[in-house]
């Protein structure tokens, strides 16, 4: 990519209101079933976090007192601590790990997981690109989605802004 050329999100990088809500539906069907794979996805759908910042989850990133956990940062990105709902912070605790580590797998086998659960054929990342969009759409702050993403450079953060904002316009001018 050129230094003028940036990063572009179109609707195949993350998951449509829709494909959303399946999702949810699917991991509250299995949750019971599957705990250890849901509360994962559900990790990755709540916090923003690549896939592998979601292996490298030990116990010990879990602060009970806020019910936050720490994200390592990886590609050069920030640390950083997010919220989680009550119902969630508790299925982490619940969850036994081995080695320390929450989810002791491979990255395949996540990907292998997340082919499972998927509502449509995106990839596991598009679960960062929707929890930026989320949070972005919801907040308005995209000081507050760069932290949250753990991005350095407010740049990179813009492309969310950019294609939320022009998905927007486009809407309110053409179906005026």
């Known amino acids: ?86 119902w969630l912070f508790k299925e982490c605790l619940k969850l036994s790990p081995e080695q320390g580590k929450l989810f002791p797998i491979t990255y395949n086998r996540l990907l292998q997981i997340w082919h499972l659960y998927r509502p449509v054929a995106k990839k596991f990342h598009s679960l960062r690109h929707t929890f930026a969009i989320r949070l972005y759409k919801k907040t308005k702050d995209i000081r507050l989605v760069q932290v949250a993403l753990g991005h350095r ?11 939320v904002y022009t998905q927007q316009e486009m809407r309110r001018l053409i179906l005026l």
Request: contains cysteine; positive net charge.
């Open 153 to 163: 450079n407010i740049t990179n953060t813009m492309v969310y802004a950019d294609y």
């Open 1 to 86: 990519m050129s230094k003028k050329q940036r990063y572009a999100l179109n609707k195949n990088k993350y998951l449509l209101e829709h494909e959303y809500d399946r999702l949810i539906h699917i991991l509250k069907s299995f949750i019971n079933k599957d705990k250890r794979n849901c509360v994962m996805i559900y990790l990755a759908l709540f916090t923003g976090a690549r896939a592998q910042e979601i292996l490298n989850i030990t116990i010990d990133d879990l602060d009970s007192y806020d019910e936050v956990i720490y994200i390592k940062g990886l590609k050069g990105s920030n640390d950083r601590e997010i919220p989680l709902p009550s």
